[in-house]
């Protein structure tokens, strides 16, 4: 079916389209910025990630993460989980502790130290609220990470 006739059974008339064009982009989005403090990636999170390559071999051993977009990627003795990198406190990046299957803050200053769980529920504080959490999905060597 092509595009044309894939709109029309849905009842969108090409003008739609061509002023819509949300409607018909699926890429993966790129260059999503890291936020600024304490909040969630801006923009549509969507992107894959090829294990096979160096870049992204942390992930192909549990107990391993890397950072990518804003977004944390664990790969945790029960599969992968994605989640905010930036705490909710005032934006420092978390960590992996894969020996307490937890995510920390960076930033172990007096006032900061929060602790999450691999669901980015705050654990400890002064954290505010959870760290926002994203899908994974494998397939072959590709990880792709979404809202
Ligand atoms: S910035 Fe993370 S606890 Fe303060």
């Known amino acids: 079916m092509k595009r044309k006739e894939f709109f029309t059974?849905?009842?969108?008339s090409a003008s739609t389209v061509m002023?819509?064009?949300?409607?018909?982009?699926?890429?993966?989005?790129?260059?999503?910025?890291d936020p600024g403090t304490?909040?969630?990636p801006s923009g549509t999170v969507d992107f894959t990630l090829d294990l096979s390559v160096a870049a992204n071999s942390a992930l192909t051993a549990v107990g391993g993460y890397l950072v990518n977009s804003g977004v944390i990627?664990?790969?945790?003795?029960?599969g992968y989980v994605a989640l905010a990198s930036a705490c909710t406190h005032q934006g420092s990046q978390v960590v992996y502790d894969s020996a307490n299957?937890?995510?920390?803050?960076?930033?172990?200053g007096s006032g900061h130290g929060s602790q999450y769980s691999?669901?980015?529920a705050v654990t400890a504080g002064p954290a505010p609220k959870a760290l926002k959490v994203y899908n994974t999905q494998l397939t072959g060597t590709k990880l792709r990470v979404f809202a």
């Open 9 to 12: 059974t849905l009842g969108i």
């Open 19 to 33: 002023f819509a064009p949300f409607l018909v982009s699926c890429s993966k989005s790129s260059g999503v910025a």
């Open 38 to 40: 304490g909040g969630t």
């Open 73 to 78: 990627i664990a790969y945790t003795s029960s």
């Open 101 to 108: 299957n937890r995510f920390n803050c960076s930033n172990t």
């Open 118 to 120: 691999v669901a980015g």
